[in-house]
């Protein structure tokens, strides 16, 4: 067994010590191995097996190799148990736990008191004027929040220690009248008037000049929330130097503020269940995820291609476990023009004859409904609700336990969380674009339009004017904290691309270029397919 790192020693002994415990050589050794069963979830693993000590009757509070043994034995010995008496939860069925996005609990953050709190009472679809304020509100303290525990940018305990150049503490627009030199500020650009873009925050706003900034990654357009350093000059316009979006914040530090919270959905899990979870994911390796967009059925062509990938799925031994099936499910949009529902009806019902035909996949493998921008619904916002009853009934008769959520939606397997958005994001990101993104780090505008989702912590920050979204559901399309996997259904080429540790990826146009994805989540590997001819 390889000695534990550096940092891992640090962090047993630092854990330990809080606890009143002091680790032997040989019982640190044996800590470690134990955490190196659960890579994903380690501050977990060692939490519980601090709370297995506390209840154990020691005769010292310095630890040796045999204390810390006997605890893992029994850790151990019980996770095995509960495997044993359900077998079932290793399935990959009861592993899936599918998020419809109007579920999501929704949160509020308190500035002063520095916590969240969910939100109780409804939700109005319909939302008021002091709506459409919160829903910026929001998702500005949630970002600010993050990047005051930032080591560059937050607050220094001792004014005199840091100089004026090593500081970049965020000062508020209000406090920008009369401060001469160089400043940072976080704000939301906007265009409060015509040609001219402002940076607004919770205490004012400010008139911007971007020609001449220096950019980070990403697509910086309006409704985005971005961090700038410049100063004011005389004519109150803040020249802006340098800019880019809030830094991110790694998954586990965010987690370890949000202990209890139900931020994704599908309910908390307690400290004993993730771990056992943890360890099913690793075992499950034969889990595979095939994520198709744009499935025509009204395309004749588009159904033969989706056939040809069925009776290659049904005829390996190892079944994927769930079908994602994204919009648009037609080939021309379901607006106000469109009178062939009936027709669309039958279609589905045509698709879960195709289905039900490969009893294989009927039975071992789930399926996944997620509908496009252009599908049937009662409006365009986001997010959208999933498929009309009426067009999937006949679907249904031939697959029972299909199923139908919004977009976005959130799956949960094991302890995985993924996010599955389908929308042609990256063209109007594009062209919604203020300032030529930069090509410094990369040229791809794929990873362009990651950056911008994962530093916003948020799925599409275009304006409300380009893309409207139901204000008070607008949390639904948060990604904090962020999740290990986001699938970015687009029309546009397939791309995969692993960004700070978050896996995301565009399976492309199953109805254009054939093209298609397939995903395991035991190791996140992306495998971007296509049919050939």
């Not at 379901?334 to 009893?359: D, M, V």
């Not at 993104?437 to 409300?464: K, M, N, R, W, Y």
């Amino acid at each position: 067994m390889a000695p534990p790192s550096a940092a891992t020693r640090r962090k047993l002994q630092r854990k330990f010590r809080l606890r009143g415990f002091t680790l032997k050589v040989d019982a640190l050794e044996e800590a470690a191995a134990f955490l190196e069963r659960f890579p994903e979830a380690e501050d977990d693993a060692l939490d519980l097996l601090l709370d297995e000590l506390d209840k154990e009757p020691l005769q010292s509070s310095i630890l040796d190799r045999d204390a810390i043994r006997r605890v893992v034995a029994l850790l151990v010995e019980a996770e095995e148990a509960v495997d044993a008496a359900s077998p079932a939860v290793t399935s990959a069925r009861s592993a899936l736990r599918v998020v419809d996005a109007f579920l999501v609990p929704r949160f509020h953050y308190d500035p002063i008191k520095k916590v969240f709190y969910e939100h109780t009472g409804r939700l109005p679809i319909h939302g008021e004027a002091g709506d459409k304020a919160s829903l910026y509100r929001d998702r500005y303290q949630v970002l600010l929040q993050r990047l005051s525990r930032d080591k560059y940018f937050s607050k220094p305990a001792f004014d005199t220690v840091v100089t004026e150049d090593g500081s970049c503490e965020i000062t508020s627009i209000q406090s920008l009248i009369g401060c001469t030199g160089r400043r940072w500020i976080m704000g939301v650009i906007s265009q409060l008037e015509e040609r001219q873009f402002y940076l607004e925050d919770l205490t004012g706003a400010v008139p911007i000049d971007l020609s001449n900034a220096k950019i980070t990654s990403g697509f910086f357009v309006e409704n985005t929330v971005i961090v700038a350093e410049g100063e004011l000059l005389s004519n109150g316009i803040f020249q802006v130097n340098t800019c880019g979006f809030p830094p991110l914040e790694d998954r586990e530090a965010s987690l370890s503020l949000l202990m209890g919270l139900d931020f994704f959905g599908g309910g908390v899990i307690p400290t004993e269940e993730t771990l056992r979870l943890s360890s099913l994911e690793k075992k499950a390796v034969n889990d595979m995820f095939v994520i198709l967009s744009d499935v025509w059925l009204d395309n004749p062509e588009t159904m033969e291609k989706l056939a040809i990938v069925l009776d290659g799925y049904d005829s390996v031994e190892v079944l994927p476990s769930l079908f994602v099936l994204m919009g648009n499910f037609c080939s021309r949009p379901c607006n106000l023009a469109f009178n062939s529902f009936e027709e669309l009806r039958l279609q589905f019902g045509k698709l879960g004859e195709i289905i039900a035909a490969r009893s294989r996949l009927k039975e071992h493998s789930r399926f996944l409904f997620v509908p496009g921008p252009d599908d049937a619904g009662p409006s365009k916002a986001l997010p959208r609700c999933a498929l009309p009853k009426y067009l999937v009934e006949e679907l249904q008769k031939h697959i029972p336990n299909a199923i139908f959520v919004s977009n976005p939606c959130r799956v949960k397997f094991y302890t995985q969380e993924i996010v599955f958005f389908r929308q042609d994001l990256l063209y109007r990101m594009r062209r919604s674009c203020l300032i030529p993104p930069t090509t410094e780090e990369t040229s791809d505008p794929f990873e362009h339009l990651v950056a911008t989702i994962t530093h916003q912590g948020h799925l599409c920050p275009l304006p409300l004017t380009v893309q409207p979204i139901i204000w008070n559901y607008d949390h639904c399309l948060r990604l904090y904290p962020t999740p290990h996997t986001i699938v970015l259904a687009d029309k546009s080429e397939q791309k995969a691309f692993k960004y700070t540790g978050i896996t995301c990826f565009n399976p492309g146009s199953f109805a254009n270029d054939s093209t298609f994805a397939a995903y395991r989540p035991c190791t996140k590997e992306v495998e971007l397919s296509a049919l050939e001819g």
